[in-house]
DNA sequence: CTCAATTTGAGCGATAATGAGCGAAAATGA
DNA sequence: TCATTTTCGCTCATTATCGCTCAAATTGAG
């Protein structure tokens, strides 16, 4: 049996079950698993199909572009569950009539979504998903900065080039921040450059700088450097947190909170 | 019986009954208890279904405060029939390569969301929600611009009484707006008084200022009173537009689309 | 026919899925 | 409340599948 006829034959049954076996399509096209397994990958490739241990199953349906659940609190996975650790703490740190700044991430959204209680609270951010956990709080006072609308996996965020004549006059009590990469020597990095000038601007309207960092963050480096690891300010992290990082911290007399993870 | 059976399986009886129970589940897919745990704790990670003693349920979904599910799309009465032809209309307007504003409001959210599919297109706007719609789309460039967010009933705007001077040096093609009423003595009215400010600008910003007006703005006053109704704009509404309005803007020759109600 | 390119099949260690067993926790019922 | 039963979470051994490479078979061109 050739391969288009074994193509035929796999996307008939795929139509009219959804899924398909491995070793069904082997009985029945007489061909070994190796040239079945080939069939699969290339049917996968053109996107007609979606590989699976032992077999085929049809494509997920593709939500429409921007119509997708906005959700950036899901727990999907264990660096989920420490970023809503994470969360839980630094919302803890945050007390009525304060003003503070909220960066871009999932972290973030989470931590957002946890400050809806807090009483006369200043929220500054440039995350449109951690607006949308705040935007109905009346006790919560929320400003975003304009700017691009970038769109990462679980958040969206603005940026701004410019941004820093728009922060001039502001201070924050305190300004949580999570990034994409924290090195010790490279520093904390991000994917977007223009994310530095805003985040390097905050660092010096605040006297208490937090950085939300799950253990997917160490030793990573993205594209562009904000600042060094031993620029003052606050961690919270969990108690994954590589031992060279702890005592580095240590050593620069930052504090550096390290949960248990449940 | 492979995973994806057992996944559709349970996802089938889940529908039907609300829950499942362990062993019935076993007893049908001739899985192991562990097999089936495994299954069971997969389904929820994808936010599918609940883990509960003995079984799986239904997610509920609760609506906390300020989560609510923000989704100012939806056609919920007659009203909203309108609006969203009055969109169809308006997103037949623009073309591949134009800069166009979009205001705040359910129609402006619905609006946005048909321009999807439009090429190189740039869109600034002060509406979150419609952010939210054109977020992912890779061929549309978007600009959020900043201020304090306010919460509509169907929609999430941001306001900044200082906005001017951020749009200076922009043209738009085409301006897209709502308002909360319109009067032939008071003009076009807007609840917040920060908007007319921004709006005013707006339309010296541009040569066609288009309005999207349904049949629930007309001899409606609000607060704060934006431009006068002969202000040059084009107009899209519907056959429900009072006679008085049709007249008043044939009278001052400024063009006026009024859409049959299917 | 020869030779190269493509397609197929087989073997290999690595990986993922499965099933069974065990102590702990939770639900059940007196 | 306490004892009994069920279910849970976990680990470990087993099995099936995966990804890969290399050899054999098939195909097509000169």
Redesign the interface.
Known sequence: MRYWEREKQVLHLLEAN??V?MTEICAITGASVATTRRDFDELQKKGLAQR????L?LPQKKE?????Y?NGT?I??DIDREKQIIAREAAAQVQAGESIFIGAGKTCNMFA?LL?DIERLTVVTTS?TA???????PNI?????????H?GKNY?E?L?PDINH?LRGYFFDKVFLTVEGVDLERGYTVQDKNRTGLYTQLSRMTRRLYMLLDSAKFDRRAFATMFPPEKACRVISTRNMPDKFVEFYRKQGISCTLLPIE
Chains 1, 2 share one sequence.
């Open positions: 959804g899924a076996s699976t241990h032992g077999g199953r429409e572009p921007g119509r997708r906005v899901e999907l996975d979504a809806r449109v607006v949308l956990e705040l935007a109905e709080c006072s929320v400003t975003l900065l304009g700017g691009d609308i769109t969206i603005t701004d728009t």
